[in-house]
């Protein structure tokens, strides 16, 4: 079975702050994607980068940054310098190489509020 | 590329009513998904399909059902609505490089649907 936890429901900072999201995975399989989506208040949902297993390199993005550790399982994702547009939720996905490849796991999510 | 479009955009039914959500998109993927978000549950798969004529379900199938007559359509039907179908429903699609659809899946807007 996957899973992904997302522990933070809510965040709450203030505009230019520096802010992680974490994401804990679960999985049995040795290949496997991470994914992370970005869904504003206006709904829709925004891939933001996709990972694979056997690459963990860190991965930075202007003010966005991803930090891969197969070691705790995690993938944790950094905004430098907050601004008020990246409110939103941010939810962490997994999908497995074999087996039930079809299934993006999606964790609950982290509604991040950014003030000014 | 309109990408992924999902028609209505909202929607209030009433219980025992019945409707079709509409989904298509136009960049030739061959896998295409239902998803439904609850509030602070994250995405749920309901149905999926990789290719036409080809489809199965989910984690939350009950009192839906798919079909698949084209690459492009992947419309998704509610029978007899009910007050636990309230939710937002996301279409989406991935093109599958080899035998497993890791790749990005990309959604659409969204619909929000109501049942009282």
């Known amino acids: 079975a996957q899973k992904v936890t997302q522990a933070q429901t809510e965040i709450s900072v203030v505009e230019k702050e520096d802010v992680t999201l974490d994401c804990v995975y679960e999985?049995?399989?040795?290949?496997?994607?991470l994914f992370w989506y970005k869904q504003p208040p206006s709904g829709e949902l925004v891939f933001l980068i996709r990972r694979n297993s056997f690459d963990e390199q860190n991965e930075i993005s202007g003010r966005y940054s991803w930090n891969f550790q197969k070691s705790t399982s995690s993938f944790n994702f950094t905004i430098t310098a907050s601004q008020v547009v990246d409110s939103a939720v941010y939810f962490c996905a997994l999908i497995n190489s074999g087996g039930s490849n079809y299934k993006l796991t999606f964790g609950k999510g982290t509604l991040l509020t950014v003030n000014p | 590329n309109a990408g992924v479009t999902q028609t209505p955009k909202f929607r209030i039914l009433k219980i025992g009513q019945s409707m079709t959500l509409q989904c298509a998109q136009d960049?030739?993927?061959?896998?295409m998904y239902w998803y439904r978000q609850d509030p602070g549950m994250g995405l749920k798969l309901i149905y999926y399909s990789v290719g036409a004529g080809i489809t199965d379900k989910g984690e939350v199938p009950n009192g839906y059902n798919v079909s698949r007559s084209t690459t492009e359509d992947f419309p998704l039907r509610l029978e007899l609505a009910a007050p636990s179908q309230t939710s937002v429903y996301f279409c989406?699609?991935?093109?599958?490089?080899?035998?497993?659809?890791?790749?990005?899946?990309?959604f659409g807007p969204g619909t929000r649907l109501t049942v009282l």
């Open positions: 989406a699609s991935t093109i599958a490089g080899g035998p497993t659809a890791t790749d990005t899946q990309y």
């Open positions: 960049m030739n993927h061959n896998y």
């Open positions: 999985t049995r399989d040795t290949t496997y994607y």
